[in-house]
């Protein structure tokens, strides 16, 4: 998955578990860390693990 | 323009200079300009303030190379008649073209608080810097060769610091400043052979604290490469005077892209880190192109003239596209300081919108602007600027201001994109 694909994926997802949970995504894509941490500070959301191509985002709101 | 221009007096060779046995003329007379130079320099003035032509109008890839000044391109024009020979021969041709050679150094000289014979003129940006982190890791191996920069140094300066062989990037914040207690650690560490920092970045356009980060590296001994490509000409620093060698390029502020500078000050503990010869004092080799960089001496000298006026225009501009993105299109990620930052440049990132398709589709509506996105840059990564300060990497847009860019292309910028991005946005589900 190229960018923002991952990015699109998870917001997509996101919704579908409740407030607390986690989400674990699985990207190769080089842009993926960074912006997983850009997009979890811009929508108030927890990155909990960045390990690539293993990413865990905690939901919070 | 002069109707017509004479070799005998296009560089002002004066009468009794006579025949001379070194190529470097007397200070004396560079210190005065000779009249036709300053006729170019004045038409450089009228440009800066002139109407874009319709070629660059929608050009706003400044941080690409400001395209070529005209007054630029005449002096280049004018020099390829009078100034073409070898600057090392006794011969005619070649003392023209060493004159014209003197009067570049001493434009650069001038604004960066040097001498003249400190400054040099190399191929590129990427070969100054290359020339000035090798250089003084050479002249300084017996103390050590760890290299210091920040993490959002031009790519050139962070290659050439991880071939010196050991390189420490100190960490910047979100907006890109350079935290200076991180710094003065790393300065400090034993087997520190130099440290390098931008006084502006070439991408978010944020400015370092390059006079404190300087006094730092004064007080532990260590020389300061100062990265001056984005602000030169751009905005006044001459008063800082802590750094050992600083380096520079013609083509961001409207020069040759074929003309790199690097200044050795008197001193530093610098070895040309390659095979030399005769020329420029054995620290760059081969003929230098002295036409081309007569034309970046004259460009360079238009923005030393016009002041403040376009700094101030520009730095308006980019505000009002600063705060107009953000009010018209969601989810927009800005990047660097909105106020200490040099005047032209601006970069933001759309989120869910790939920077490729946002490129492309702003070139089809009139705008030429640059990307740090890994689909859209010229590599598979996305921008190590970005992704050190924390931003947004991917629908990345980086906007340089050209010295011509007016408020109404601004105004027609922010006209376009929003339905470019929600029309992008729609594609991909994410509306």
């Known amino acids: 998955m190229k960018c923002p694909r991952p990015i699109i994926e998870i917001a997509r997802r996101i919704g579908e578990v409740r407030v607390g949970a986690l989400v674990e995504l699985l990207a190769d894509d080089p842009a993926a860390g960074p912006d997983l941490a850009a997009w979890c500070r811009m929508r108030g959301q927890t990155l909990i693990a960045s390990d690539p191509p293993r990413f865990v985002v905690r939901r919070e709101s | ?431």
């Open chain 2, 1 to 431: 323009m002069p109707a017509q221009v004479s070799a005998g007096t296009f560089f002002g060779v004066h009468p009794n200079l006579g025949r001379r046995s070194n190529h470097r003329c007397g200070v004396a007379f560079l210190a005065v300009r000779p009249a036709p130079i300053q006729h170019l320099l004045n038409a450089g003035k009228r440009y800066l303030r002139r109407v874009p032509d319709p070629v660059s109008e929608g050009f706003l890839d400044s941080s690409s190379g400001e395209p070529l000044l005209p007054a630029a391109r005449q002096a280049w024009i004018d020099a390829q008649l009078a100034g073409w020979g070898d600057p090392v021969r006794l011969h005619r041709p070649g003392r023209l073209a060493a004159q014209a050679l003197d009067q570049a150094r001493e434009v650069v000289a001038a604004a960066l608080g040097a001498r003249p014979d400190e400054v040099i003129f190399t191929a590129s940006a990427a070969h100054s810097n290359q020339a000035a982190i090798a250089g003084l890791a050479l002249g300084r191996h017996r103390i050590g060769r760890r290299i210091v920069t920040t993490a959002i140094d031009h790519s050139s300066i962070l290659t050439a610091a991880a071939a010196a062989g050991s390189h420490t990037a100190v960490e910047v914040d979100h907006e890109g400043h350079l935290d200076l207690g991180r710094w003065a650690g790393a300065v400090a560490t034993e087997g520190t052979a130099a440290a390098c920092i931008q006084v502006a970045n070439h991408e978010v356009g944020t400015l370092q604290p390059y006079t404190e980060a300087a006094e730092i590296c004064l007080r532990a001994e260590v020389p300061l490469v100062l990265d001056a490509t984005t602000a030169l000409g751009r905005i006044d620093f001459g008063d800082v005077s802590g750094w050992s060698v600083l380096t520079g390029w013609a083509g961001a502020f409207g020069g040759p892209a074929s003309v790199g500078i690097l200044v050795i000050k008197k001193g530093a503990r610098w070895r040309a880190p390659y095979p030399t010869d005769d020329y420029q004092d054995g620290r760059w080799p081969g003929v230098p192109d002295v036409p081309a960089i007569h034309a970046a001496a004259v460009a360079l000298d238009c923005w030393l003239q016009s002041g403040h006026a376009v700094g101030e225009r520009q730095h308006d501009l980019i505000h009002r596209l600063r705060t107009g993105i953000v009010q018209r299109v969601p989810d927009v990620d800005v990047a660097g300081d909105p106020v200490r930052r040099v005047p032209h440049l601006l970069t933001f990132s759309v989120l869910y919108v790939d920077g490729e398709t946002l490129t492309l589709e702003l070139d089809k509506a009139g705008f030429a602007v640059a990307s740090g996105s890994a689909c859209s840059a010229s590599s598979e990564h996305p921008s190590h600027v970005l992704a050190a300060m924390g931003a947004l990497t991917h629908g990345n847009v980086r906007i340089g201001l050209t010295c011509t860019t007016t408020a109404a292309e601004i105004d027609r910028f922010l006209d376009v994109l929003p339905p470019i991005v929600a029309e992008i946005r729609a594609t991909v589900g994410t509306s």
